[in-house]
């Protein structure tokens, strides 16, 4: 929804976005999050992250499971489900002393779901053709004899 974060900023302005929720998965495919108000949405936040323990999903042990989740921008949307104006978005998972991408998440990893399809998606974009989900009214219905 985003290219950059000036452009998210503006939206959580104009929009009088009060929260901003960052999501992502575990190992076995929960959906966890983390919700900040919208004053904490800074350039900071692009550059280290919101802290949070990696232990407590079972992405790592409690000794080393300091990790980071930065924002997706291009994942960006207003949550129809909040009672507040909600930005969310599906963030990397990264290691907090390297920076490293989290070799395991299970959205961002080079196996994972959204990185294997990238290129399926691109391809899709650059050849013209349609998702089979998109509908015409024009459409007639199928007929089952």
Do not use: Q
């Not at 503006?10 to 929960?30: A, I, P, T, Y």
């Not at 290691?95 to 990893?109: C, G, H, N, Q």
């Not at 294997?116 to 998606?121: H, I």
């Amino acid at each position: 929804m985003f290219s950059d974060f000036n452009e998210a900023k503006s939206f959580v302005e104009k929009r009088s976005v009060e929260m901003v929720d960052m999501k992502f998965c575990d190992l076995w495919g929960r959906w966890h999050h983390v919700t900040i108000p919208a004053s904490g949405f800074a350039p900071v936040l692009m550059e280290k992250g919101v802290a949070f323990d990696g232990s407590s999903v079972g992405f790592k042990s409690v000794s080393s499971g300091d990790m980071v989740l930065v924002p997706d921008l291009a994942t960006g949307f207003l949550d129809p489900f909040w009672e507040v104006p909600t930005l969310s978005f599906i963030c990397t998972t990264l290691e907090a002393d390297t920076r490293a991408l989290f070799p395991y998440d299970p959205v961002r990893s080079p196996a994972g779901p959204r990185s294997s399809s990238a290129p399926a998606a691109s391809r899709t974009r650059a050849t013209g053709v349609r998702s089979s989900s998109s509908t015409s009214s024009t459409a007639s219905p199928m007929r089952t004899g």
